[in-house]
């Protein structure tokens, strides 16, 4: 990848966001963060740029149509349009099924399903006219593989992320447009922290590698995906979880 290209980082302010953007930045990619914290995203530009990258902060409300519509035309505008977009923005609420709320259905379903299914519709109107190809990795999850105990409508909207990605990569290869997914397991993040001893510690003995995985080992699968080592790859769901799922 080299200094022209641009890279799109949905979550950019933090977690595996910030690894990919860093990630991204480092092959030489101008990365354009998107995250509705600015604060983190200021942060993740200071990182960048500390490693000699470039990028520029986009804050972003990713449970807004409207907001997205705007993103595609600040970036085109300021940037160009994106050689590479990341769908990593995402959130969870761990709680048994039963006391969920709606309002945690509407929200976890307008960030982690509609959020990518609209970023990808507004990019890719654009992309799509001007003849230009892109590769889209979204991030999904192994919950939504396998689910997941205290996770389940959490686990569906990633399930449905898993489903978007395959389908989207069958109409969008006449466009030699790809578009794959990354299923992180277990990873050492901000969000992982939030969930009680018990079951980190339940989830960690459970990984075969007996170990979390880092941010940055998902960060390494994404830039796979966005470099020309896949340009023949497209449809597909690499799990990076230490062996913990195992389904074909």
């Keep these: 990848m080299n200094s022209q290209k641009i890279a799109l980082v949905t979550g950019a302010a933090s977690g595996i966001g910030r690894a990919i953007a860093l990630h991204l930045a480092g092959t030489g990619a101008h990365v354009a963060l998107v995250d509705r914290d600015a604060d983190g995203l200021a942060a993740t530009v200071a990182d960048i740029a500390a490693g000699g990258g470039e990028s520029t902060p986009f804050p972003t409300d990713l449970a807004d149509p409207a907001d997205i519509l705007q993103l595609r035309d600040d970036v085109a505008g300021r940037l160009a349009l994106p050689d590479v977009i990341v769908n990593a923005a995402g959130f969870d609420r761990v709680e048994p099924f039963l006391d969920n709320d709606d309002a945690l259905w509407t929200g976890l379903v307008a960030v982690n399903y509609l959020g990518p299914v609209r970023l990808c519709h507004a990019f890719l109107t654009s992309i799509v006219a001007a003849e230009r190809t892109v590769k889209i990795v979204?991030?999904?999850?192994?919950?939504?593989?396998?689910?997941?105990?205290?996770?389940?409508?959490?686990?569906?909207?990633?399930?449905?992320?898993?489903?978007?990605?395959?389908?989207?990569?069958?109409?969008?290869?006449?466009?030699?447009?790809?578009?794959?997914?990354?299923?992180?397991?277990?990873?050492?993040?901000?969000?992982?922290?939030?969930?009680?001893?018990?079951?980190?510690?339940?989830?960690?003995?459970?990984?075969?590698?007996?170990?979390?995985?880092?941010?940055?080992?998902?960060?390494?699968?994404?830039?796979?995906?966005?470099?020309?080592?896949?340009?023949?790859v497209t449809g597909q769901v690499l799990s990076v979880s230490g062996g913990l799922t195992m389904a074909g």
């Design 138 to 232: 979204n991030i999904a999850s192994d919950a939504g593989r396998v689910g997941s105990m205290g996770e389940t409508v959490y686990a569906g909207t990633k399930g449905a992320l898993i489903a978007f990605s395959k389908s989207l990569a069958r109409e969008m290869a006449r466009h030699q447009i790809n578009v794959n997914c990354v299923c992180p397991g277990p990873t050492d993040t901000p969000l992982f922290d939030t969930l009680p001893e018990k079951i980190r510690a339940g989830l960690t003995r459970a990984i075969p590698f007996r170990r979390l995985g880092t941010a940055d080992e998902v960060a390494a699968a994404v830039g796979f995906f966005a470099s020309s080592d896949a340009d023949f």
